[in-house]
């Protein structure tokens, strides 16, 4: 299966989409990596709908990655006597460790480590900012507070903290428990770490994870901004969760940050993907806006990874048309006469290694003699990184002995990955090399190609040569 695009599609499985007939139309319609909500799917469900996508993938011939999202800590208010209260600007408002019912002045806050750390005039925000609250007083036990937008709360609303740096882990119980059964399944390639925001949150996770899994930091608070060159240093790839961002920050600053952090994921060589609410009308109708348009062009044109598809794939009533969209909106920007332009003029400068100086000359060489692809072999994964890195013009088809290499390999922009076992010697290399481009659909007889790959042959990191070659005839 050959995709026409280079940035990926991620699609959210949920009740609208979790049969293998769905799953399969999805990645038919474009979707290259699915994500599992761990907040609502139970172990059972994940390893389901695990299976099942492997089934697809097994008819499709084409690795498809998986993401299991661990849901992370959930900040909620207690439960009001009557259900929900009205407040009004300027009175006070106490948040405490009292189990009881909640009124008009006061609401149970089960979370200690909130009480613990929020400071006088720091904001807490209620229900996605609907109600904003500033911390008058503290005292360990409870926070008093002054409301300075909203007239309503009800039970069991979340709570956001802009201003606060909480000093617990991001990892709860659930999360690792959650863990746990995501490793034992083998065949999940990415987990997704919420509400990172430190580097520090990454350590418990990367320790239990070991290896098996990418670890992929979501950004969704502000304090993870201020640290994000030490995040992103520490994590595979980043998600930028804009819903959460835009709760906690000026949603005017939303769009700024975003095109700063793909681009920091760029100048790394990180996955980079955005999400939330890119085609969210589409959840109840079978078009988007001209808005949800834009906005998915703006992520293409600035060279993310990946978009994502959240509720729009999960519980939509167009789930397909969803995915079908998305595909044909980033292969009209990857077409306009602009995007070239756009997109090269932000290519990171390369490292003064022996690896990145030769994907730098592979997409040189390739643009220069408009060759037909790039086919890097890669085992670990770095050598398809560093090749996209490039965002070449021409495609590049990574070659790995590793399954789950290629699968994890496909969330990356522009990379076509192929399962085939590592070359023997030189002359296989290249016929391997050619006989791929050909058989999926890159190149026919007489087209040329530039290869790279390690000497030895199959040494992890190794990147070390470079070999243009012509596609013959079959025998």
Known sequence: ?????????????????????????LHMAGADVFRINMSHASHDVMRTLVQRIRSVEARSGRPIGILADLQGPKLRVGKFAEGRVEVKPGQTFTLDDNAAPGDTTRVFLPHPEILESVQPGQRLLLDDGKLALRAVSCDGKSIVTRVISGTQISDRKGVS?????????????????????????????????????????LAEVRRLANGRVGIMSKIEKPQAIERIEEIIELSDALMIARGDLGVELPLESVPGIQKQLIRACRNSGKPVIVATQMLESMITAPVPTRAEVSDVATAVFEGADAIMLSAESAAGSYAVEAVTTMASIASAIEREPHYPGIIYAQRARPEATSADAVSLAARQIAETLNLNAIVCY?????????????????????????????????????????????????????????????????????????????VPLGTPGATNMLRI????APC
Do not use: Y
């Not at 995501?182 to 990172?196: I, K, M, P």
């Not at 006989?435 to 790279?452: C, Y």
């Not at 070659?469 to 013959?472: E, G, L, P, Q, V």
């Open 469 to 472: 070659a012509n596609i013959a």
């Open 161 to 201: 903290l802009p201003d606060t740096l909480l000093t617990v882990g991001v990892l709860t119980d659930k999360d690792r428990i959650d863990l746990d059964a995501v490793l034992a399944t083998e065949d999940v390639d990415w987990v997704a770490l919420s509400f990172v925001q430190r580097p520090e949150d």
């Open 1 to 25: 299966m050959k995709r026409t695009r280079n940035v990926k599609i991620l699609a959210t499985l949920g009740p609208a989409s979790s049969d293998e007939l769905m799953i399969e139309k």
């Open 378 to 454: 890669t085992t670990s994964g770095t050598t398809g990184l560093r090749a996209s890195r490039e965002r070449p013009q021409v495609p590049v088809i990574a070659l790995s002995p590793m399954v789950k290499t290629a699968r994890r390999l496909a969330i990356v922009w522009g990379l076509h990955c192929v399962v085939t076992r590592d070359a023997v010697d030189l002359a296989d290399m290249v016929d391997r090399a050619c006989r791929i481009v050909a058989e999926e659909g890159f190149g026919r007889t007489g087209d040329r190609i530039i290869i790279s790959a390690g």
